[in-house]
């Protein structure tokens, strides 16, 4: 599997963002899926995350309530919608992908996507 991140920005505090992560491949479908978010000098921290068939989904306690993932599968992409930005959600975002693992951790992750910049600066 193939992964593309795209839909990152520089937004204002408070303002809105979705990004999107499209699949190569026909298995996509079979996996669970995970954005994921670093900052310069830490770790790549959860930040939700979705299973194969959208039903469970997982967030860290940063996000919950202003972040949303979702899944199409016939499209083979995975969304997370964030609300209320912060300056402290700046990081390049990571999709990534597992097939066994719920919720995914970062060390669980099969295949990663290339990540996209969020920058949240007045």
């Known amino acids: 599997v193939q992964l593309q991140a795209s839909g990152g920005g520089l937004v204002q505090p408070g303002d809105y963002l979705r990004l999107s992560c499209v699949a190569s491949?026909?298995?996509?479908?079979?996996?669970?899926v995970g954005w994921f978010r670093q900052s310069p000098g830490k770790e790549r921290e959860f930040v939700a995350a979705?299973?194969?068939?959208?039903?469970?989904?997982n967030y860290a306690g940063s996000v919950k309530g202003r972040f949303t993932i979702s899944r199409d599968n016939a499209k083979r992409t995975a969304y997370l919608s964030m609300d209320s930005l912060r300056p402290e959600d700046t990081a390049v975002y990571y999709c990534?992908?597992?097939?066994?693992?719920?919720?995914?951790?970062?060390?669980?992750?099969?295949?990663w996507g290339q990540g996209t910049q969020v920058t949240v600066s007045s």
């Open positions: 979705i299973n194969w068939n959208g039903i469970d989904t």
């Open positions: 990534g992908v597992d097939r066994r693992n719920w919720p995914p951790r970062a060390s669980d992750i099969d295949y």
């Open positions: 491949g026909r298995t996509f479908g079979d996996y669970n």
